[in-house]
């Protein structure tokens, strides 16, 4: 990404061979654009940068000591990795996971607007203590994936909002702060029940599927396995828990590692657990199975995921099946669900060649494959 006086060289997380995407949009180079023009950043300015993709932007504002908050384990692996890339020092820009609160004031913030509108409420709601009376707010997003509604929570939950013109098919928006605003209480979070497996699922704002459990996932469960045998169990991609914490009602001896890379997501499994009474497990913010030893799985429980950052693109679900099949013991068990239109029967039989249908339905395939 050029910048006045520099290039950056930015990789989009996780690392791929001839990578077709770029790590940045436009409207992280319009926002960018925006400080350059504006001098709206000053030396010694507090920064906050929320909901950073790939770390273009903390990595273009290094210098200025920025803090960056986002839930995404991935983005914040891409910002070390783009940091150190480009020289940065160690620790150069701190980062808040989104189930935590940054602490201190900021007189500037960055948002990229991210694709779930409550997720933008929860975090414009918790960002107010943050913020003091001549705080800005600058507001950047793609104007294809912001819908008006994204600036009406900008005016509602930070203050008078104004909105640039487009650019290269970005659109800045730019709130003032009013500490006086009266604000509308938080909206409930979303529960459900799943009443075959006596579980509720209460659901944070950054999770899939919140406000009612995904038919995929709903497939996958009535094919959980049933024993007394203490199998190590993965709910890979865990969101709110719901796979994992279904398997434990059947499998009451076994124990089960809830892996998701939103810090809310994990959070939200183990709040899930504890109010079940399922104690004793492990939950962990991590790129999938990755630093998990080889061969320590029994079984894996998996709906993934087919986007990444708003691009359509099957790198995660290839790369959790291949982190599955070194983690399973020899015998050992994926299950995964997805659209029949994906083909992953096609990519487990090329990895693992003993892959078998187990359920379906009009649009959902259940797949098993045995290592
Ligand atoms: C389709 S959702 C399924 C969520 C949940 N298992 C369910 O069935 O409702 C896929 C999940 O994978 C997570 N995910 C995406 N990439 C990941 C990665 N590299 N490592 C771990 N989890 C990831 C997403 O955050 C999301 O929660």
């Known amino acids: 990404m050029?910048?006045?006086?520099?290039?950056?060289?930015?990789?989009?997380?996780?690392?791929?061979?001839?990578?077709?995407?770029?790590?940045?949009?436009?409207?992280?180079e319009y926002l960018l654009n925006h400080l350059d023009e504006t001098a709206a950043l000053t030396t010694g300015m507090s920064l906050l940068i929320v909901n950073d993709a790939f770390g273009a932007l903390g990595v273009a504002l290094q210098e200025q000591a920025p803090v960056s908050w986002g839930d995404s384990?991935?983005?914040?692996?891409?910002?070390?990795?783009?940091?150190?890339?480009?020289?940065?020092?160690?620790?150069?820009?701190?980062?808040?996971?989104?189930?935590?609160?940054?602490?201190?004031?900021?007189?500037?913030?960055?948002i990229k607007i991210p694709k779930s509108l409550a997720w933008l409420e929860d975090l414009l709601r918790r960002l107010r203590p943050h913020l003091h009376a001549e705080s800005q707010v600058v507001a950047g997003g793609m104007i294809k994936h912001t819908p008006v509604r994204a600036y009406r929570l900008l005016e509602r939950l930070v203050g008078p909002t104004t909105t640039s013109l487009g650019w290269k098919k970005a659109r800045l928006a730019f709130s003032k702060f009013d500490p006086a605003l009266d604000i509308l209480p938080a909206p409930d979070s979303s529960t459900y029940r799943l009443e075959e497996f006596d579980l509720e699922l209460n659901n944070r704002p950054n999770?899939?599927?919140?406000?009612?459990?995904?038919?995929?996932?709903?497939?996958?469960?009535?094919?959980?396995?049933?024993?007394?045998?203490?199998?190590?169990?993965?709910?890979?991609?865990?969101?709110?828990?719901a796979l994992g914490l279904a398997v434990l009602r059947r499998c009451p001896a076994a124990s089960v590692l809830f892996v998701d890379e939103s810090y809310?997501?994990?959070?939200?499994?183990?709040?899930?657990?504890?109010?079940?009474?399922?104690?004793?497990?492990?939950?962990?913010?991590?790129?999938?199975?990755?630093?998990?030893?080889?061969?320590?799985?029994?079984?894996?429980?998996?709906?993934?995921?087919?986007?990444?950052?708003?691009?359509?693109?099957?790198?995660?679900?290839?790369?959790?099946?291949?982190?599955?099949?070194?983690t399973l013991m020899p015998g050992g068990e994926l299950l995964v669900v997805g659209n029949r239109h994906l083909g992953y029967h096609i990519k487990l039989q090329r990895l693992f060649g003993n892959v078998d249908v187990v359920g379906s339905d009009r649009k959902f395939v259940v797949l098993r494959a045995r290592r």
Do not use: K, Y
């Open 73 to 110: 384990h991935l983005a914040r692996l891409a910002l070390e990795h783009n940091l150190e890339r480009n020289g940065a020092v160690a620790g150069a820009v701190g980062f808040v996971p989104g189930d935590q609160a940054p602490s201190g004031s900021f007189d500037l913030v960055l």
């Open 264 to 326: 809310q997501a994990v959070t939200c499994a183990r709040e899930n657990a504890e109010a079940a009474g399922l104690d004793g497990h492990e939950f962990l913010a991590a790129d999938g199975l990755r630093e998990r030893e080889q061969g320590s799985l029994d079984l894996i429980l998996c709906n993934p995921p087919f986007h990444q950052a708003q691009a359509v693109d099957d790198l995660v679900a290839w790369r959790m099946f291949e982190q599955s099949r070194r």
């Open 207 to 241: 999770i899939f599927a919140r406000e009612g459990l995904d038919i995929g996932t709903r497939l996958l469960l009535a094919h959980l396995p049933q024993t007394d045998w203490p199998l190590r169990v993965a709910d890979l991609g865990c969101g709110n828990g």
């Open 2 to 28: 050029l910048r006045p006086d520099r290039e950056l060289r930015l990789q989009r997380f996780p690392l791929r061979h001839d990578e077709p995407l770029q790590a940045w949009d436009a409207a992280d």
